[in-house]
Nanobody, 125 residues
């Protein structure tokens, strides 16, 4: 059974940075695309970014493009979300997700069968 565990969330000031990690266990995810999503209070969960199996291709939501960066270390079965120039509107619970074997990244939540429990990110102004 695949388990994803996010870490690295917390409180940051506007303009600051945080780095989230997503550690996978139960299966080698080196051939699976992975994604990051977030859900702010009172809002639906939304796409943040995605990365293909090798890390050579990434895609981001317009709201975070140029500020957030996704990477992965397949030797550690871990993906990362580097968040810079944080804004108060980035406050949300952040989730990582993994696709099935040999599937690339995707911006569609329904394409991800595996999800982490989420980690809270709060950005103060």
């Amino acid at each position: 059974q695949v388990q994803l565990v996010e870490s690295g969330g917390g409180l940051a000031q506007a303009g600051g940075s945080l780095r989230l990690s997503c550690a996978a266990s139960g299966r080698d995810l080196s051939t699976s695309g992975m994604g990051w999503f977030r859900q702010a209070p009172g809002k639906e969960r939304e796409f943040v970014g995605t990365i293909n199996w090798s890390g050579s291709e990434t895609s981001y939501a317009d709201s975070v493009k140029g500020r957030f960066s996704i990477s992965r270390d397949n030797t550690k079965n871990t993906a990362y979300l580097q968040m810079d120039s944080l804004k108060p509107e980035d406050t949300a619970v952040y989730y990582c997700a993994a696709r099935g074997l040999h599937y690339s990244g995707s911006s569609y939540q329904t394409n991800y069968p595996y999800w982490g429990q989420g980690t809270q990110v709060t950005v103060s102004s």
